[in-house]
């Protein structure tokens, strides 16, 4: 799996349509999330497909919030964007608001990382450190089980995510949190021209 968007262009598309910080940072964590899962995952070579379908999942989102995942294939399609990744980016949806089932690994674990990103960016803001640094499972698992924490995080979706990648809770919040502390450093800095 291959994408014939540039990294600037996906950045260009995402921007389009969402202007709100809050939005773009979340695209850009799980657009370095999916980076770090393709090399754990053995999909190195697959690196730049797992990473735009990252940073443009919810590209619709921020504009067309009733029509999440519906919309996002024309505007993917009129950005150039291959079926594949338009799958990859409706897939994330199943079940809420789209019926495109999640089949490849990048597309479960997009499914998965997504809701659980923005739960452990939120207890990291909670964090002293502001930081998944130094964040361990342990405390990460406390907030995921307290339901008025990022009550918006579906724990749902994160344990079925988890399911059906056959993996626990635990690890998924393990691989996650390492996930993003690869790129955290990267994301702050490039969101600086964002939060002006």
Not at 65 to 83: N, V, Y
Not at 121 to 140: C, F, G, I, Q, Y
Not at 149 to 173: N, P, Q
Request: aromatic fraction near 8%.
């Amino acid at each position: 799996m291959q994408t014939n968007l540039t990294r600037e262009q996906g950045l260009a598309l995402l921007t389009k349509y969402n202007k709100e910080p809050f939005h773009i940072l979340h695209a850009l964590t799980v657009e370095g999330v999916m980076r770090w899962f393709a090399e754990d995952q053995g999909f190195g070579d697959e690196a730049d497909f797992w990473a735009m379908a990252g940073l443009l999942h919810d590209i619709d989102f921020e504009q067309y919030p009733e029509e999440h995942c519906k919309k996002a294939p024309e505007l993917l399609r009129e950005g150039g964007a291959e079926e594949e990744l338009i799958h990859a980016v409706c897939s994330h949806g199943y079940g809420l608001v789209s019926d495109v089932k999640p089949e490849h690994p990048m597309e479960k674990i997009l499914f998965a990382a997504d809701e659980l990103t923005g739960l452990a960016w939120a207890a990291a803001k909670m964090r002293p450190s502001k930081s998944t640094m130094d964040m361990e499972v342990s405390s990460l698992k406390k907030k995921f089980k307290d339901k008025r924490f990022a009550a918006g995080c579906s724990r749902d979706v994160i344990k079925e995510g988890a399911e059906a990648l056959g993996w626990s809770l635990e690890e998924l919040m393990d691989k996650t949190i390492l996930a993003m502390r690869s790129c955290e450093a990267r994301v702050n800095e490039e969101m600086k021209a964002y939060e002006n």
